[in-house]
């Protein structure tokens, strides 16, 4: 045999050796019983409850007991598998309802999944799973916020007023420490906003001198405040009436101004995006003949505000020609009649009341004017009848016609023509001829 060969045998059987005992030493430990102990120390402590006993005007304090030691107990085999770093320690404050030094239980949590049967455990270096627990009386103090603003809105906005929710911080704590905070301070970074700007921030605490306060023992009841930078848009926007024409009374023939023409106003972005000027009412032409002043309250769109302090404007308008005259016509007519009946007019003339320009009324005779009533909706029963007319004008020009008016009219049945008598035949016409 070469020493290989015997080297390579050597070597499988000693390692055949080791894996048997091994399995000895495993089979032993898990059947034989034998229990190792390990430590799980300085497991810092879940304090549970703390709201309730904020509720209750109580705080913990620092100096309360924050870790604690672990003594587990098991076989080699079932303590292989435990990981003691996730071995948790739990204290419920719940029951604590006064101050002082308490004593209060601790729970130990194996770590999710561990078979926890095979393993004892118990407290190192004391007697039992309890804690003491040092319970103060909390302090309340409502400090304001104040901001700090970096950075600027774009050009043609504006910076409404921040907000901030909570709208003041409460800071709870030891009297001693809480007393000494001023305000909490937050820093909002801007870089040319063009809308509303909302973030949620840290912040610092400061004493009325400006230096920063910590401590332990401070316990703010929000770790952020919420910070609204309200950002509106300016925008000019000019006044404008909304002109209602009609014949003889056009937008063409007037002149105005409204002062001022324009205001400037700010608001949120979208709500003034699509407005581009103000109303100030709806006006009607045919409702003036001079000159003329009106006066308007400024409406406002929603949610903006008027930077330019004029809340009232003035309209002068007056016609740059404009006659009032009047027209006899004699052409009357009607339409619609009802049917199988006769209508005579009874109306001769009509004086009409016209107006536009000189030049417009001037050109229009009395051939141009013809008042015609409407018979649709008039009885059909005989008899004279009252009717509203219409004014129709044989003209291109820009004339509007002023007033209502009506016509007299007859209503009768036709009259129906008598049939001539037929000459009359009988028989002593007869006899006498033949007599004859």
């Given at each position: 045999?070469?020493?290989?060969?015997?080297?390579?045998?050597?070597?499988?059987?000693?390692?055949?050796?080791l894996?048997?005992?091994?399995?000895?030493?495993?089979?032993?430990?898990?059947a034989?019983?034998?229990?190792?102990?390990?430590?799980?120390?300085?497991?810092?402590?879940?304090?549970?409850?703390?709201?309730?006993?904020?509720?209750?005007?109580?705080?913990l304090?620092?100096?309360?007991?924050?870790?604690?030691?672990?003594?587990?107990?098991?076989?080699?085999?079932?303590?292989?598998?435990?990981?003691?770093?996730?071995?948790?320690v739990?204290?419920?404050?719940?029951?604590?309802?006064?101050?002082?030094?308490?004593?209060v239980?601790?729970?130990?949590?194996?770590p999710?999944?561990?078979?926890s049967?095979?393993?004892?455990?118990?407290?190192?270096?004391?007697s039992?799973f309890?804690?003491?627990?040092?319970?103060?009386?909390?302090?309340?103090k409502s400090?304001?916020?104040?901001?700090?603003?970096?950075?600027?809105?774009?050009?043609?906005?504006?910076?409404?007023?921040?907000?901030?929710?909570?709208?003041?911080?409460?800071v709870?704590?030891?009297?001693?420490?809480?007393e000494?905070?001023?305000?909490?301070?937050?820093?909002?970074?801007?870089?040319?906003?063009t809308?509303?700007?909302?973030?949620?921030?840290?912040?610092?605490?400061?004493?009325?001198?400006?230096?920063?306060v910590?401590?332990?023992?401070?316990?703010?009841?929000?770790?952020q405040?919420?910070?609204l930078?309200?950002?509106?848009v300016?925008?000019?926007?000019?006044?404008?009436?909304?002109?209602?024409?009609?014949?003889?009374?056009?937008?063409?023939?007037?002149?105005?101004?409204i002062?001022?023409?324009?205001?400037k106003?700010?608001?949120?972005?979208?709500?003034l995006?699509?407005?581009?000027s103000?109303?100030?009412?709806?006006?009607?032409?045919?409702?003036?003949?001079?000159?003329?002043t009106?006066?308007?309250?400024?409406?406002?769109?929603?949610?903006?505000?008027?930077l330019?302090?004029?809340?009232?404007?003035?309209?002068?308008?007056?016609?740059?020609?404009?006659?009032?005259?009047?027209?006899?016509?004699?052409?009357?007519?009607?339409?619609?009649?009802?049917?199988?009946?006769?209508?005579?007019?009874l109306?001769?003339?009509?004086?009409?009341?016209?107006?536009?320009?000189?030049?417009?009324?001037?050109a229009?005779t009395?051939?141009?004017?013809?008042?015609?009533?409407?018979?649709?909706?008039?009885?059909?029963?005989s008899?004279?009848?009252?009717?509203p007319?219409?004014v129709?004008?044989n003209s291109?020009?820009?004339?509007?016609?002023?007033g209502?008016y009506?016509?007299?009219?007859?209503?009768?049945d036709?009259?129906v023509p008598?049939?001539?008598?037929?000459p009359?035949?009988?028989?002593?016409?007869?006899?006498?001829?033949?007599?004859?």
């Amino acid at each position: 045999m070469n020493n290989e060969n015997f080297n390579g045998t050597k070597a499988v059987r000693i390692l055949v050796s080791l894996l048997v005992a091994i399995c000895i030493w495993v089979f032993v430990d898990d059947a034989g019983g034998y229990v190792v102990t390990v430590n799980a120390a300085d497991i810092p402590v879940e304090f549970l409850g703390e709201a309730t006993l904020a509720d209750r005007g109580l705080m913990l304090l620092d100096d309360t007991e924050s870790t604690f030691s672990l003594e587990i107990s098991g076989t080699k085999k079932a303590l292989m598998t435990l990981d003691t770093s996730k071995i948790r320690v739990q204290v419920d404050l719940t029951d604590v309802t006064a101050a002082g030094q308490q004593s209060v239980a601790v729970k130990a949590r194996y770590p999710s999944g561990f078979d926890s049967s095979k393993v004892s455990m118990k407290p190192k270096d004391r007697s039992s799973f309890n804690i003491s627990a040092n319970v103060g009386e909390l302090y309340r103090k409502s400090v304001e916020i104040r901001c700090d603003i970096q950075g600027a809105v774009a050009d043609g906005y504006i910076a409404g007023e921040l907000q901030f929710q909570p709208g003041t911080l409460e800071v709870r704590g030891q009297q001693s420490e809480v007393e000494n905070i001023s305000y909490a301070r937050v820093t909002l970074v801007i870089d040319n906003a063009t809308e509303t700007v909302s973030e949620t921030l840290d912040y610092r605490l400061y004493d009325d001198l400006g230096r920063e306060v910590s401590g332990a023992n401070i316990h703010p009841v929000t770790d952020q405040i919420q910070v609204l930078l309200p950002v509106y848009v300016i925008k000019e926007l000019p006044l404008e009436v909304n002109f209602i024409e009609s014949p003889g009374s056009s937008l063409d023939n007037v002149t105005y101004r409204i002062e001022p023409a324009s205001i400037k106003v700010y608001g949120d972005a979208a709500l003034l995006r699509d407005i581009n000027s103000i109303k100030l009412d709806d006006f009607d032409l045919s409702s003036i003949s001079s000159k003329s002043t009106f006066y308007y309250q400024i409406p406002l769109p929603d949610g903006c505000e008027n930077l330019s302090s004029i809340s009232r404007a003035t309209m002068i308008i007056e016609f740059n020609d404009l006659v009032v005259d009047t027209l006899t016509t004699g052409q009357i007519a009607y339409e619609n009649p009802p049917e199988g009946k006769e209508i005579s007019i009874l109306t001769n003339q009509i004086q009409v009341t016209l107006r536009g320009t000189s030049v417009d009324v001037g050109a229009l005779t009395p051939e141009d004017v013809t008042v015609v009533a409407d018979l649709r909706d008039v009885s059909s029963a005989s008899g004279s009848y009252t009717v509203p007319a219409e004014v129709r004008l044989n003209s291109d020009g820009d004339i509007g016609v002023i007033g209502s008016y009506q016509i007299r009219i007859n209503i009768s049945d036709p009259v129906v023509p008598e049939e001539p008598e037929e000459p009359e035949t009988g028989g002593e016409e007869d006899n006498s001829n033949q007599e004859q």
